[in-house]
């Protein structure tokens, strides 16, 4: 029988976070995936370039201490938005699990131990970025996320944490 603990992402956790933030990257079926090295651009590096900043947090989720998922969040300006930017006081959230751990109830389990330490750190609202084909939506929508706008197939999602 495995083992499922939660411990908070560190800076040392970088190498895996990136790993996560890479994964969480949707690509449409059939179609080639984004190349590794798209999340060192400037777009996407902003999600995880010096992480552990203030305000910078995080869950990695273990079965039987090997890392197979996340959760975080960073917060992002108006000067500077993420493509899931609400409002300087909502950070935006990302999330991956590896492949053969997903379907399993694991990422709502990380969404929902997230929820609590934001509450719990006084953060009110959260927001997200997805693609509205990406079948992660799903979970995102019974996590009680709602779409806030719809651009194309991009899609940007909040919730009030209460």
């Not at 201490?65 to 993420?82: D, L, M, T, Y």
Request: with cysteine.
């Amino acid at each position: 029988m495995s083992h499922i603990t939660f411990r908070k992402l560190s800076p040392s956790d970088l190498p895996f976070l990136k790993d996560m933030f890479y994964i969480s990257l949707f690509s449409v079926k059939g179609e080639d995936a984004f190349p590794r090295d798209i999340i060192e651009k400037p777009h996407l590096a902003k999600y995880h370039q010096n992480w552990g900043k203030e305000g910078d947090y995080g869950i990695v989720l273990q079965q039987d201490e090997e890392n197979i998922g996340a959760v975080w969040v960073r917060f992002f300006s108006k000067e500077n938005p993420g493509y899931g930017f609400v409002e300087e006081s909502a950070p935006e959230m990302g999330i991956a699990l590896k492949k053969e751990f997903r379907g399993k109830g694991l990422g709502r389990k990380l969404i929902e131990q997230l929820f609590v330490d934001l509450k719990n750190n006084g953060i009110s609202a959260i927001s997200l970025s997805t693609d509205s084909r990406n079948p992660a939506m799903q979970l995102y929508s019974s996590c009680d996320f709602e779409e806030i706008d719809r651009e194309g197939y991009s899609v940007r999602m909040y919730k009030k944490l209460e």
